[in-house]
């Protein structure tokens, strides 16, 4: 008897039917609904089409690059994105993560295993409840958690669901350190067992958007070996 799908849909993007068909059916197994495809078109045809909760990328595809796919998922999409790869260096995890990936598994791999990691990945990326907060201020930088809105001198930044939700926990702490286990905490999930150089590469993309220099940061500091100081309310960015 098949297990009803209603734990979310999981985009498979796979060219080796040795590992995309049993993994499919572990999948369904646990509650999922999988949607698989042998190719970079169908990954992205499919992607529009279906809106599944969690895209599984390999980058080894015969049509294409998966960091092309990735990158072009990243364009208007905040799906969860894990890669797949035979390569498990550390460059092309962080490679990886700086294209928008939420996790990186390296085959071969235990279904039940990536499964434990959809999950968590899925739990991390579900919407929070909204808080009541009040707007909040620094410098030039403004923040509206209720209408999800930042600006910068008056110019909407146009930021993701993570670097919002990253830019509002550094605010509201505007002024003290923030350790890198409270940020993992706050904005991916209270259980994160991956590395936390996810973290690290948020960090960046905000310091970009924000225009703070790395020797000369305006807004984001960092605490060597402990975390981030994002700049005092009554501090003037430069």
């Known amino acids: 008897m098949s297990v009803p799908a209603s734990n979310g849909r999981i985009l498979v ?3 080796e039917e040795s590992i995309s068909q049993p993994f499919a059916e572990a999948l369904r197994r646990a509650g999922f609904e999988p949607l698989v495809t042998a190719s970079a078109a169908g990954a992205l045809e499919l992607a529009a089409s279906e809106q599944p909760d969690l895209v599984m990328l390999d980058l080894a595809l015969p049509d294409g690059d998966g960091r092309d796919v990735c990158r072009e998922l990243r364009r208007d999409s ?3 994105i894990m890669m797949l ?27 039940a295993e990536v499964i434990s990691r959809i999950r968590a990945v899925l ?10 907060e009040q707007p909040l201020q620094v410098g030039d930088l403004d923040l ?3 209408a999800r809105i930042a600006t910068l001198a008056g110019e909407q930044l146009d930021l993701s669901r993570k670097e919002f939700d990253l830019l ?15 940020l993992m905490s706050e ?3 209270s259980n994160w067992f991956g590395s936390t150089k996810t973290l690290d590469v948020h960090i960046g993309w905000l310091r ?3 225009g703070d220099e790395a020797t000369r940061p305006g807004y984001i500091e960092t605490v060597r070996g402990v975390g981030f100081r994002f700049a005092a309310p009554e501090a003037e960015a430069p």
């Not at 498990?88 to 279904?111: H, W």
């Not at 509002?168 to 409270?182: D, F, H, Q, Y």
Request: aromatic fraction near 4%; charged fraction near 40%; charge should be neutral.
């Open 13 to 15: 993007v796979e060219d």
């Open 78 to 80: 905040d799906v969860p």
């Open 85 to 111: 790869t035979a390569r498990g260096t550390e460059l092309d995890k962080i490679v990886g993560l700086e294209l928008g990936a939420d996790d990186y598994v390296v085959k071969p791999f235990s279904a």
């Open 123 to 132: 739990r991390r990326s579900a919407p929070r409840p909204p808080r009541e």
């Open 144 to 146: 509206d958690p209720a």
């Open 168 to 182: 509002a926990a550094l605010m509201r702490n505007a002024g003290r350190v923030v350790k890198r286990e409270e």
């Open 187 to 189: 904005v991916w999930d």
């Open 208 to 210: 970009r958007k924000l």
